[in-house]
């Protein structure tokens, strides 16, 4: 497949290790010098920001996407803004698909909750038939293995869908990664594509959104309650829910996943308070103890963008 147009998916927390930031401004150099358009979330904070001032300071094309709620903030990338470069939308959910839409394909270098939840959004929705594109994981230092440890433990346990492994693809390096994203070929996929996707890829969203106290259970580990999870953790990260996240972990699957949790914390993509956004167990009743006594954690997002070029 040609690819013309790329997504980025990374992290806006500007505590990131010297190596990552290296590795965006790299990105941001080789697609403005290899004719690629640039596409991602718009920000000017943390490697967002770093990638796109290396796409334009090498006259790259770069388009952001950008929720109104935070297109005034001192984080969101005014050049673009200046340059009409930048697509204000609602809400996050929207964002999101348009950064689908926008690229030919798409790359996640290291980040935090919201690359999490990007990935798993990107996965669900190719399963869903809602795209044919894939998405390539930049494993620089091995940041992602982790996280590829636990997408693959779940399929071959039978609990993730083995087609989500045909979206995705692992580098650590540039070149070779857009190398196979260029080889890649669309699996056929038994779902229907719906007429009116748009109400339906923005339902767990909502779902998550609901003005309750219940709490938000997860309990399996295929892709649609993988999307619902890592979405749930970017909302309670936002302060846009408070309801309790609790994860059922009877097939002892998730622990490669909350080692990536960590790592990301470690890595400063996330904060500190961030790791204990959601609680896991493998007995039920433990769960239901754990959730009732679970105290939210509010995220101050500006502790996450601190230092964002430094």
Same mark, same amino acid.
């Given at each position: ?112 909750? #919201?690359? @999490? *939840?990007?990935?798993?959004? %990107?996965?669900?929705?190719? =399963?869903?038939?809602?795209? &044919?594109?894939?998405? /390539? ?108 996240? #609790?994860? @059922? *972990?009877?097939?002892?699957? %998730?622990?490669?996943?909350? =080692?990536?949790?960590?790592? &990301?914390?470690?890595? /400063? ?42």
């Amino acid at each position: 497949m040609q690819i013309k147009s790329l997504t980025v998916y990374l992290g806006s927390g500007g505590k990131a290790p010297k190596l990552y930031k290296d590795a965006a401004k790299a990105l941001g150099h080789y697609l403005a010098d290899n004719n690629y358009r640039t596409v991602y979330g718009g920000m000017s904070a943390g490697t967002m920001g770093i990638l796109a001032d290396a796409a334009l300071e090498k006259n790259g094309d770069v388009l952001g996407v950008i929720p109104t709620n935070i297109r005034d903030k001192d984080f969101v990338h005014q050049a673009l803004i200046t340059a009409n470069k930048m697509i204000t939308v609602d809400n996050m959910w929207k964002r999101k698909k348009i950064l689908i839409d926008e690229g030919d394909a798409a790359i996640a270098l290291p980040g935090g909750y #919201g690359t @999490l *939840d990007e990935i798993f959004e %990107f996965l669900y929705w190719g =399963l869903k038939g809602f795209h &044919a594109k894939p998405l /390539g994981l930049l494993n620089i230092n091995g940041y992602w293995t982790p996280l590829l440890n636990f997408i693959e433990t779940a399929c071959e346990k039978g609990a993730l869908e083995k087609t989500a492994l045909a979206y995705l693809f692992v580098d650590d390096k540039i070149e070779p990664l857009l190398e196979k994203l260029s080889s890649f070929v669309a699996p056929k996929i038994e779902e229907k594509i719906l007429s009116d996707k748009t109400t339906y890829i923005s339902a767990i969203e909502e779902s998550n959104l609901t003005d309750t106290q219940n709490p938000i259970i997860v309990h399996a580990t295929n892709i649609e309650e993988l999307y619902r999870l890592a979405n749930a953790l970017v909302l309670k990260q936002l302060n846009k829910v408070t309801r309790p996240i #609790g994860v @059922l *972990d009877k097939d002892r699957l %998730f622990g490669k996943l909350k =080692l990536w949790i960590y790592t &990301a914390a470690v890595n /400063g993509f996330i904060t500190p308070y961030c790791p204990d956004l959601a609680v896991f167990s493998e007995d039920e009743e433990l769960l239901e103890m754990m959730i009732r006594n679970h105290i939210h954690v509010s995220v101050d997002l500006h502790e996450k963008w601190e230092g964002l070029k430094s």
